[in-house]
């Protein structure tokens, strides 16, 4: 039965008993419609009344009432601001009705204190009326035994005797004691009907707790096949005692069929909420839960049914794995013209679908929507508690702390969980002051030495995060501070990084630190982390690929759900491609595009994996590397034309030059980059130039001085074109325009403000150097050769053997 049920009772028995006799006429005529039951027409005649501004005295009788009368006409928020009037603050009455109206706004632990008052008073005109209320208040914070002591003083009370008698009763059966709640029942002979309809319903509960299923179930359904007279808490509870007695037969089915008749009948009741959420407990319970009249509630215009059914199928649909049809629910449920306190959860149910899936700004929208509704504090705390964690996530690091810390001074339940997440929040501001001060809090409000070390941990391992350089002794003084935390070999992980990241990198201290690690019984996230590290640091050390593929290999056997997984098979594919095993280096590839969402990594591992089937001697390679290169272009995004490209070297292979012109025509026409461009105008002038004919020599020279002329072309680009534009001009037997186009690219290495590039340069130069002593100029083919022994590179050796050769055969020697 509902906590709340006794205060109207309370409203209008009491209220006689509180009113002084000296109450004005036009008081008691203002008052009457609340003693007839119709609180609402009271409250407007008391507003009025108040806005006179009577004398304190008549004042403060007016505004009891008022507060009576609000509380009544379900405004205890109201009656409550009215209550808090310095006026009424030694009034033995208002306390007594601001206890009324914090019970009835379910702030027992708040109501608790002031019942109490009112029972120790002198003053207090009826303290059994308190003193049941305070019974009440305990019974709501689960506290039944000190309930029970309250209520035998009122047994044998004129006023209270029977409800006592059954609110004890009701006590025994949620303590399970059958023995006394019987004896009591069997005294029991109240006089109104309501009241044994009362003990109807504890009867049928009793025979739940004394495993008599059978009668439990007839009595409760004999209850609601004749509800007259029965209170609605009555029935409510008769229905909720027959779910649960068909739910310890195993038939939930047939509990649910009866909730869903009553809500078929009754879709505005004002406790529907409640009986959806027992609906919902029933379906959790069925093998093969039922979802036709949610789904049918959902399309029926009645309200509040509608907007309940979506919020219970959404919560449906997550149970049974359906996530986008849930967030779609919710979403409708979002835009429902119905607002009301009860939907409350749901929106936060939603926020919290939202948040896992970061998209924070929104959750937060929706939570604040819920916070309009105005729903209990109990849910307005873990509504806060929500937006804190989404700004946190969203790295609003300050604002989240300071929402964690309101939530912590507002919910003792809570405040554990907010004082840690605050603290946490600070240390990823960098606020030093307000990290402690909040570390002290959670100290103080139950925080034991496991969270207090994992904010510790976790202080040293964003230090080490930032590159700071207290972050080493910060770890270090976590092991020595938390010696027996699980998580120490979390900290020898962290100190490990820490010396791989340094410059340089201290790779045999990261080897002993993760070697501490595992002596120290390392936690899951440890041996992860470590695992990963590992690879690294035997790739950095360049001394045994074959150790890095093990390494990985192993990570992704162990550790396949982890968010590294996609870096290590990355790793193990370029590792591979480094050896030249391309065939496994397609393999991984492969696999990493097919397990990674679509996105930049998804692109470069299909690309990749094309590359490396390119390379590959296997049978039917090529055509692979075509259908990846599809699907890397298919992708839309930054790499399509760098696909496009190698596709035409694809089509180039097998011998398919048109098809390839083809695909770099598309790459000169798009938007692609200069350097995708710059590759495609290049090789269109390789294809022209190998197809030979001095048409095709001339498109290929086109091309070549296309891309040579280009603005902004970097050097080596420009001598590449160069040379080649020089061969076709050879072939073309202009070997004198061939001549200077090559010395232009020896021109090229003496532009101070260009990079310095050798390769072309010396293609270019021992071209120039051959032309020339093919025409016997051998004085300028020894002024080239001098030029490429001067440059200092990789073939200066070459070019000083000619010059010298050169010299001796034709007596080149100057003075």
């Not at 206890?99 to 002198?122: D, F, I, N």
């Not at 025994?172 to 009907?193: G, Q, S, T, W």
């Amino acid at each position: 039965m509902r906590h709340t049920a006794f205060l109207v009772l309370i409203s209008l028995i009491g209220a006689a008993q509180l009113a002084r006799p000296d109450f004005s006429e036009d008081l008691a005529q203002t008052v009457a419609p609340l003693r007839e039951g119709v609180p609402e027409v009271a409250v407007v005649r008391l507003k009025a009344l108040l806005a006179k501004n009577p004398p304190d005295d008549a004042w403060r009788d007016a505004a009891e009432e008022l507060a009576q009368a609000q509380i009544a006409a379900g405004q205890p928020q109201d009656a409550f601001k009215l209550l808090s009037d310095p006026r009424l603050r030694d009034s033995v009455a208002g306390k007594f009705w601001r206890a009324q109206a914090l019970a009835a706004m379910q702030r027992w632990a708040e109501a608790l204190p002031l019942y109490q008052a009112v029972t120790a008073s002198k003053n207090a005109t009826s303290p059994n009326e308190a003193l049941f209320g305070a019974a009440e208040a305990l019974r709501a914070l689960g506290r039944r035994d000190e309930a029970l002591a309250k209520l035998h003083p009122l047994f044998h009370d004129r006023q209270f005797g029977i409800q006592a008698r059954l609110r004890a009763t009701e006590l025994y059966i949620d303590n399970n004691d059958a023995r006394h709640a019987r004896h009591l029942l069997d005294e029991l002979r109240p006089a109104l009907a309501t009241e044994r309809k009362e003990r109807h319903l504890l009867r049928a509960r009793l025979e739940l707790i004394s495993r008599h299923q059978e009668k439990a179930v007839g009595l409760f359904q004999s209850l609601l096949q004749k509800p007259e007279d029965a209170s609605h808490g009555v029935i409510l509870a008769a229905l909720f005692g027959l779910a649960d007695a068909q739910a310890e037969q195993k038939t939930p089915e047939a509990g649910a069929d009866t909730l869903e008749d009553f809500i078929e009948h009754h879709p505005g009741d004002v406790d529907l909420a409640r009986i959806f959420a027992k609906l919902d407990q029933l379906y959790r319970a069925s093998r093969k839960p039922p979802r036709a009249e949610l789904e049918r509630w959902i399309r029926d215009p009645a309200q509040p049914r509608r907007s309940l059914a979506r919020q219970y199928l959404a919560r449906f649909e997550v149970r049974a794995g359906h996530r986008e049809r849930a967030l779609q629910l919710f979403s409708d449920l979002r835009r429902d013209r119905v607002k009301t306190a009860a939907l409350a959860p749901a929106l936060i149910e939603f926020a919290q679908l939202l948040i896992e899936d970061r998209h924070l700004d929104d959750a937060i929208a929706v939570l604040n929507e819920a916070r309009v509704l105005r729903p209990e504090k109990a849910v307005l705390d873990r509504l806060n508690l929500l937006i804190g964690q989404a700004n946190y996530f969203a790295k609003r690091f300050d604002l989240a702390s300071t929402g964690f810390e309101q939530v912590a001074k507002s919910d003792p339940e809570l405040s554990k969980l907010a004082w840690f997440n605050a603290s946490a929040g600070w240390i990823q501001v960098g606020d030093q002051a307000r990290f402690t001060a909040d570390y002290e809090q959670l100290g103080q409000n139950g925080g034991d030495e496991s969270s207090r070390g994992d904010l510790r941990l976790e202080e040293g391992l964003v230090q080490a995060a930032r590159g700071e350089a207290k972050a080493a002794e910060s770890l270090r003084q976590f092991m020595r501070d938390f010696p027996q935390s699980p998580r120490v070999s979390e900290a020898w992980v962290a100190l490990a990084e820490l010396a791989f990241h340094a410059a340089p990198p201290r790779l045999d201290e990261a080897r002993k630190n993760l070697a501490r690690a595992t002596e120290s019984k390392p936690t899951a996230a440890a041996a992860e982390r470590a695992d990963y590290l590992r690879i690294w640091i035997e790739d950095a050390a360049e001394s045994n690929d074959a150790r890095v593929i093990e390494l990985a290999n192993r990570f992704l056997r162990d550790h396949a759900d982890s968010a590294f997984a996609s870096d290590v098979r990355m790793k193990l594919a370029e590792t591979y491609f480094r050896r030249q095993d391309f065939s496994n280096a397609q393999t991984q590839f492969e696999i990493l595009g097919q397990q990674q969402p679509p996105g930049l990594l998804t692109e470069k591992a299909l690309f990749f994996a094309a590359q490396s089937a390119m390379s590959s001697m296997g049978a039917g390679a090529l055509d692979r590397a075509i259908v990846l290169l599809d699907q890397v272009v298919g992708m839309n995004g930054e790499l399509k034309w760098a696909a496009r490209n190698e596709q035409a070297v694809v089509e180039r292979k097998l011998g398919k030059p048109q098809a390839a012109l083809s695909l770099y025509d598309d790459v000169l026409k798009s938007d692609a980059r200069p350097s995708e461009k710059r590759e495609a105008l290049c090789a269109k002038g390789d294809i022209f130039f190998e197809s030979g004919g001095n048409e095709n020599y001339e498109r290929a020279i086109d091309s070549y001085e296309q891309l040579a002329s280009a603005k902004d072309v970097p050097v080596h680009w420009q001598n590449q074109a160069l040379f080649k534009k020089g061969l076709c001009l050879e072939k073309r037997k202009e070997r004198a325009a061939a001549l200077e186009t090559f010395y232009r690219v020896l021109e090229n290495e003496r532009a101070t403000e260009k990079r310095r590039e050798l390769f072309w340069f010396y293609k270019a130069g021992f071209n120039a150097a051959r032309l020339l002593e093919d025409d016997s100029k051998w004085e300028s083919a020894a002024a080239i050769y001098d030029k490429l022994a001067a440059a200092g590179g990789s073939r200066s050796e070459e070019a000083k053997e000619r010059l010298n050769r050169l010299r001796l055969e034709h007596f080149l020697w100057t003075e």
